[in-house]
Every structure is written in structure tokens, then in C-alpha cells.
């Protein structure tokens, strides 16, 4: 996925100034797809000049000086060509399984010249990981309790539903793990 992409997704359930999607961005798709505030501006830069984008300003009043017209929000908004642009993405085939977790490769290295100590790097994981399952279950509680939820609140709640799966499959497995990493080599 592209960073462009998931910002056209937040754009399109919400139009927002730049400051107010880089906050919704990392309270949604940023739980899957991490982008800093600077990448978001960079984006909708670009995105504006491939025409996928347009900014309005907020609006102007009678009394407004020099400097409240400086600090003006834009607004991005998407246009027809950005949601065809998304529609095209959409629909065309990955490229198949990201599995990138620099974790992975480190216990690879463990395996072949340890034990290299990495029992406090997984219980630092662990902790992140079930942080982040706390947060999700949050949201759960929080967003979707109501039974009758429409297509697009189900589509949320199934994304929401995958990653406290993954989080809590991740927790299990660092546990599962750690005992294996703390045994001095046989």
C-alpha cells in the first residue's frame, strides 16, 4: 500500500485539513500503515498536483487581518480522479505477503551465531504488542457494541477484529518464545 493511497481512504470518509488527518490517520490506518506528519504534508502535495486532490480554505471574515489569512486551514477534499485513481489501486493484484519484521531476521541471526541476548528486545515487543491490543480492544468497546451496525461500520469492525487477532497471536508467540531465547546455548 502507498501512503498516498490510505490518505485518499481518510480523505474520503472525512475531508480534513492537513493537521486534522495526520491526527485521524494515526488513531486508524496508522495502526497498520505508519506515515509521520511530514510524509502526510509531502503527500498531499503531491497528490494535489496529480490532480487526485483539491485544498479549499477555510473561509475568510470581514475582520480578518494579514495574519489570520497566513494561518488559514486548507481543506483537502478528493476529487473524481483520485477516487478513480483509488478504485485502480484497489483492484489491482498485490504483490503478495509483506512479512518485513525486523524481529524475524534478528532471531534468524540468533539461530545461526547465538544466543545473542535477545530476550529483553522480545519482552519489549511483548509489551508494545499488547499495548496495542489494549488499544484495540478500546476501540472495540468503545466504537462498535452497537448491534446494528451498517456495511461500512461491519467493514471497520472486521479490519479492527484482524489486528486484535494478530496482536494477541503476536503476544502468544513472544511468550511462546521468550523461555527459548533466556536458555543459556546447550
Not at 487581518?65 to 485513481?85: F, I, M, S, T, W
Not at 544466543?115 to 489494549?134: N, S, T
Amino acid at each position: 500500500m502507498s501512503t498516498q493511497h490510505a490518505l485518499l481512504i481518510s480523505l474520503l470518509e472525512k475531508p480534513s485539513s492537513g493537521y486534522d488527518l495526520a491526527r485521524r490517520f494515526d488513531r486508524s490506518i496508522g495502526y497498520f500503515w505508519h506515515a509521520t506528519h511530514q510524509q502526510i504534508y509531502r503527500e498531499l502535495g503531491r497528490m494535489a498536483d496529480s490532480g487526485w486532490i483539491a485544498a479549499d480554505e477555510s473561509e475568510t471574515t470581514e475582520n480578518e487581518g494579514a495574519a489570520d489569512r497566513k494561518n488559514r486551514k486548507k481543506v483537502y477534499r478528493v476529487l473524481p480522479a483520485g477516487r478513480e485513481e483509488l478504485v485502480r489501486w484497489v483492484l489491482t493484484p498485490g504483490a503478495g505477503l509483506d512479512q518485513r519484521e525486523e524481529i524475524l531476521v534478528k532471531l534468524r541471526a540468533d539461530a545461526a551465531i547465538g544466543p545473542l541476548g535477545l530476550g529483553d528486545e522480545m519482552r519489549r515487543l511483548i509489551a508494545l504488542h499488547q499495548a496495542r491490543l489494549e488499544t484495540y480492544l478500546a476501540i472495540e468497546r468503545k466504537d462498535f457494541s452497537a448491534p446494528d451496525m451498517d456495511r461500512a461500520q461491519q467493514l471497520r469492525y472486521t479490519l479492527l477484529r484482524r489486528g486484535i487477532r494478530f496482536e494477541q497471536d503476536w503476544v502468544a508467540w513472544g511468550e511462546d518464545l521468550l523461555p527459548l531465547l533466556e536458555r543459556p546455548p546447550a
